[in-house]
């Protein structure tokens, strides 16, 4: 069975900062590219970012360039995403998600991932 379970989230202040976790078992980790996805209410799930199965490449949309950052401890199987000057409008469930058998380095497609975890909640305060 594989499993992803993320954690950290809560409650912030606009301007403060949260590091998710996502803890993976059941999959060949470090041959998996991993990515974070977003979801509020009512809107579609949108991609937050990507790293490939080595770490090497990284990507995000322009809503979070410069401000959040992923990154990945194999040894750990475990994916991180850390969130600094946190917005209103960031304010989600943010899911952990695993492509176990990647065509390209990272990708933003929903479609492309095969396992997700049950989520995680963000709240940003202003």
């Known amino acids: 069975q594989v499993q992803l379970v993320e954690s950290g989230g809560g409650l912030v202040q606009a301007g403060g900062s949260l590091r998710l976790s996502c803890a993976a078992s059941?999959?060949?980790?470090?041959?998996?590219?991993m990515g974070w996805f977003r979801q509020a209410p009512g809107m579609e799930r949108e991609f937050v970012a990507a790293?490939?199965?080595?770490?090497?490449?990284?990507s995000y949309p322009d809503s979070v360039k410069g401000r959040f950052t992923i990154s990945r401890d194999n040894a750990k199987n475990t994916v991180y995403l850390q969130m600094n000057s946190l917005k209103p409008d960031d304010t989600a469930v943010y899911y952990c998600?695993?492509?176990?058998?990647?065509?390209?380095?990272?990708?933003?497609?929903?479609?492309?991932?095969?396992?997700w975890g049950q989520g995680t909640q963000v709240t940003v305060s202003s």
């Open positions: 790293i490939g199965w080595s770490g090497g490449r990284t």
């Open positions: 998600a695993a492509d176990r058998s990647p065509t390209v380095p990272t990708t933003t497609r929903t479609g492309s991932y095969d396992y």
């Open positions: 059941g999959l060949t980790f470090s041959r998996c590219n």
